[in-house]
């Protein structure tokens, strides 16, 4: 593999806007930095106010439950750990999502986007050591721009990268040859990582990015196409270094 880092994004509170970035530096066991370090937990979560260690998905709002979350868009201020966010229905806010106060904000801020029928936002936690990530241990997700653009054919239509919320965009693979890295290692700029699976996808890939309305059906095109609804993969860092927009990615 030679390739190029084309893209870097981040998601600072799980769910809750995607964030482009140039640059970042990605430590050995943990997550990128800055991506899902904080999450939004429901009122039929089965956690509590003080949860710090890693959780299941499910606890959480997400876009596979309530589409017009996919929508938001974050920007994040580094050295006061406020983080902005905006929407199409919504005015803008910035809070600091440990301020209890702030937290309380951005329960009320996020929950005319969700069903009142349906579970609704309660309280925002913090992971401790690793973002709340899908995966269980410490993951960066890495994406291909060339499967995209194969899905997206399939559909008829391009598709947006926010739809994915991955991490890493590589551009100058062939479609799919990301999953012949699975058990290697790679290095992206500075950093070296260990491929460890694939990334099977939900709902929330159906929604427009730009609208948070459901649009198009990705799984099923997954599906009819190449039998499985995987895209992208998931990778832990084993060599820390800086990651930016441009570098090479090699194998």
């Keep these: 593999m030679d390739a190029r880092i ?4 981040r998601h600072p509170i799980k769910g809750h806007g995607v964030e482009a970035i140039e640059r970042t530096d990605l430590i050995v066991g943990q997550t990128m930095p800055w991506d899902r370090v904080w999450a939004i937990a429901h009122d039929a979560a089965r956690i509590g106010a003080g949860t710090v260690e890693w959780v299941s998905c499910v606890n959480f709002g997400r876009g596979a439950r309530t589409a017009a979350l996919m929508a938001i868009r974050a920007r ?36 005319p986007l969700c069903d009142p029928a349906r579970v609704l936002p309660a309280f925002v936690v913090r992971a401790a050591r690793q973002g709340m990530t899908d995966s269980d241990w410490p993951s960066v997700s890495i994406l291909n721009l060339a499967s995209l653009a194969e899905l997206g054919a399939r559909l008829g239509r391009s598709l947006a990268m926010e739809r994915f919320r991955g991490n890493v965009w590589l551009d100058g693979l062939d479609p799919w040859a990301e999953f012949d890295l699975i058990g290697r290692e790679i290095t992206l700029g500075g950093a070296r ?6 990334i099977t996808r939900c709902r929330a890939t159906a929604v427009d990015p730009e609208t948070g309305l459901p649009d198009v059906d990705t799984l099923g095109a997954l599906d009819s196409g190449w039998g499985h609804k995987d895209f992208g993969i ?3 860092v084993i060599a820390a270094g800086t990651v930016a927009v441009g570098d090479r990615a090699r194998a």
């Design 6 to 9: 084309a893209h870097l994004w």
């Design 234 to 236: 998931f990778a832990e």
């Design 193 to 198: 990582l260990r491929v460890r699976e694939r």
């Design 76 to 111: 994040t201020d580094e050295p006061s750990g406020r983080v902005t966010l905006t929407h199409p229905q919504r005015p803008e806010i910035t809070v600091d999502p440990d301020d209890a106060g702030d937290a309380a904000r951005l329960v009320a801020w996020v929950t």
